[in-house]
């Protein structure tokens, strides 16, 4: 069973517990490849916030002499399962959820040289999509830290619909000198014995992303998704504007030499 089990990781790298109550906020990341530790690519997020809840997000993904191949645009019409668009200039890969005259439609592509197949949005109570992971940790926070396994329905754009996910608290630990909890996110059931895990490490304090490990959201030429390490320095996240936000949107995509 081929499930591209891609948990988006600008999803997961949320801002501060603390959210401002109006402006932008902008930090980037790193990814290496989970075997050999090389380059893989890196991550620009500008975030918007409105009313002190985070409405938009913008993501950059970069070759390793900064020139954007791929962008994510995620706006938060339901914090669980926001509507989002992944366009990769490198494969072709599209993905996303688009609202459109009251109904919401999940679609993909995973090349180019394909059309797009399309389905209407699973109608699941607690649907969870895309960066609405994030949403999820943090309203199950002091649950997963008491140790229950919770169950969660996720949305797979490849396959059109959702399956059941676990996620559990699997341990406390420093991470880059920052003490972490670390959460595990697997398919529920039969097939969780088989296909690869992903582990996230959140700050204790500020609850936001300092490592993802596991499956990333773009793939390789072969369609897999790559094995990614990502990881953040919260130290690094800073204040941005609406231009910074808009140069991303508008920023030309083209593969990597």
């Known amino acids: ?102 109904g919401r439609t999940v679609f993909f592509r995973a090349h180019r040289s394909e059309r797009d197949r399309s389905g209407p949005l699973p109608a699941v109570p607690g649907l969870v999509a895309d960066a609405g992971f994030d949403e999820f940790v943090r309203s199950n926070w002091q649950r997963l830290l008491h140790d229950e396994t919770l169950q969660m329905r996720f949305l797979v754009p490849s396959r059109l619909d959702d399956f059941a996910f676990q996620v559990q608290h699997l341990r406390s630990e420093p991470y880059d000198g920052v003490p972490a909890e670390v959460f595990r996110l697997r398919l529920s059931g039969f097939w969780g014995w088989f296909l690869p895990s992903i582990d996230v490490y959140y700050s204790a304090k500020e609850r936001v992303l300092v490592r993802y490990d596991g499956l990333s959201d773009l793939r390789n030429a072969a369609g897999d998704n790559l094995q990614a390490e990502l990881t953040f320095k919260p130290e690094d996240r800073r204040d941005a504007d609406a231009h910074a936000l808009q140069e991303l949107l508008e920023a030309r995509l083209s593969a990597c030499k």
Request: proline share 3%; glycine share 12%.
């Open 1 to 102: 069973m081929r499930i591209g089990v891609a948990i988006i990781v600008c999803l997961l790298a949320g801002a501060a517990l603390a959210a401002p109550a109006d402006g932008y906020f902008t930090y980037s990341g790193t990814a290496t490849d989970r075997r050999t530790g090389a380059f893989l690519y890196g991550e620009r997020h500008v975030l918007r916030y409105e009313s002190g809840r985070l409405s938009e997000r913008g993501v950059l993904y970069t070759c390793r002499d900064g020139t954007p191949f791929a962008r994510k645009f995620v706006r938060y019409v339901d914090a669980a399962a926001p509507d989002f668009l992944l366009e990769d200039a490198a494969t072709g890969l599209r993905e996303g959820i688009r609202s459109d005259g009251g």
